[in-house]
């Protein structure tokens, strides 16, 4: 089992930055991507990108390449996602989320995070 707890959401403006963070624990992610998502009030989830826990290399959505950043630090089994020049577009709960890197399905979520940004 891996629990994943995110935070550092918040209410910010537009045009600012902000980074969360997913802290996993119950099992290393040494096996596993993590992915992060984001469900609009009112809309369906989103996929923004992932990490492969083990190489550290990333993929990511083409609404949201470019502005976020996804990356990891293994030594605090945490990952983050960094998102600059907010928009109010981007007010959404997110969500990180966790898969065994040779399946496709994301197995383990978090409770989620809520981001809005005023503009």
């Known amino acids: 089992q891996v629990q994943l707890v995110e935070s550092g959401g918040g209410l910010v403006q537009a045009g600012d930055s902000l980074r969360l963070s997913c802290a996993a624990s119950?099992?290393?992610?040494?096996?596993?991507?993590m992915g992060w998502f984001r469900r609009p009030s009112g809309k369906e989830r989103e996929f923004l990108g992932s990490?492969?826990?083990?190489?550290?290399?990333?993929f990511y959505a083409d609404s949201v390449k470019g502005r976020f950043t996804i990356s990891r630090d293994h030594t605090k089994n945490t990952g983050y996602l960094q998102m600059n020049n907010l928009k109010p577009e981007d007010t959404a709960v997110y969500y990180c989320?966790?898969?065994?890197?040779?399946?496709?399905?994301?197995?383990?979520w978090g409770q989620g995070t809520q981001v809005t940004v005023s503009s």
């Open positions: 119950g099992r290393t992610l040494s096996n596993y991507r």
């Open positions: 990490i492969r826990w083990d190489i550290g290399s990333t």
């Open positions: 989320t966790a898969a065994n890197r040779l399946g496709p399905t994301y197995e383990y």
